[in-house]
């Protein structure tokens, strides 16, 4: 009896399988395209990890140690993200405070400020974040220095000091 199944010579299967692959590689580069820079950033799961591990960096880095080594931290965090989350318009409102109020109490300066975004850019391309993407809200976040340096306290010295 004649086998119900198509033959395909080697040749063939070859062929078909390259075309395969090339029309899988193109329905990937076309979603990847089609992604929003929220997406980009891994929507709000991934904004979780990235200000995990920008956490720990603040942490870690001399200048900003001092403002974040303290128990404000994980409610610091859960800000940031809602924060980010609104710049990039993934459909969140933030519900924190004004930069200007937040920072009022502390002396923030140029170093510090740097010192932070060093700390997220670190934690962005740790979670591989596209540059294009770390760069719009880099942008977002460049002009929020004018509030937060406007702050007169004094610079917190010890762990838990900044409550
Ligand atoms: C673009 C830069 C920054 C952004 C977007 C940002 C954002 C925030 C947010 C969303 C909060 C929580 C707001 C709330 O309590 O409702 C916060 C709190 C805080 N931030 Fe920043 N921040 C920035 C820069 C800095 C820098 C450079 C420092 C110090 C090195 C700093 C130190 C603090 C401290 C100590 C608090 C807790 C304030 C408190 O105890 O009430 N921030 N920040």
Redesign the pocket.
């Known amino acids: 009896m004649r086998s119900l199944f198509i033959q395909f010579t080697t040749g063939q299967r070859q062929l078909y399988s390259l075309l395969l692959t090339a029309l899988l590689a193109l329905v990937s580069v076309q979603a990847h395209a089609e992604q929003t820079t929220f997406e980009k950033f891994g929507g709000k799961p991934g904004l979780v990890l990235i200000v995990d591990d920008m956490m720990l960096n603040l942490i870690a880095a001399p ?2 140690k001092p ?2 080594d303290n128990p ?1 931290k994980d ?2 965090k859960f ?2 993200v809602e ?1 980010f989350c609104d710049l990039l318009d993934g459909g969140c409102k933030y519900p ?2 004004d ?1 200007k109020s ?2 009022a ?2 002396k ?1 300066g140029r170093a ?2 740097n ?2 975004v060093e700390s997220l850019q670190i934690a962005m391309d740790k979670h591989d974040v596209p540059f294009t993407a770390q760069n719009q809200l880099l942008a977002k ?1 460049a002009p ?2 004018r509030d ?1 340096e406007a702050g007169s306290g004094p610079v ?1 010295t010890s762990t838990n000091s ?2």
């Open positions: 200048l900003t403002f974040f404000k409610f610091i800000m940031l924060q924190g405070r930069m937040t920072h109490k502390f923030v510090e400020f010192s932070l976040l929020m220095y937060v917190p900044a409550k």
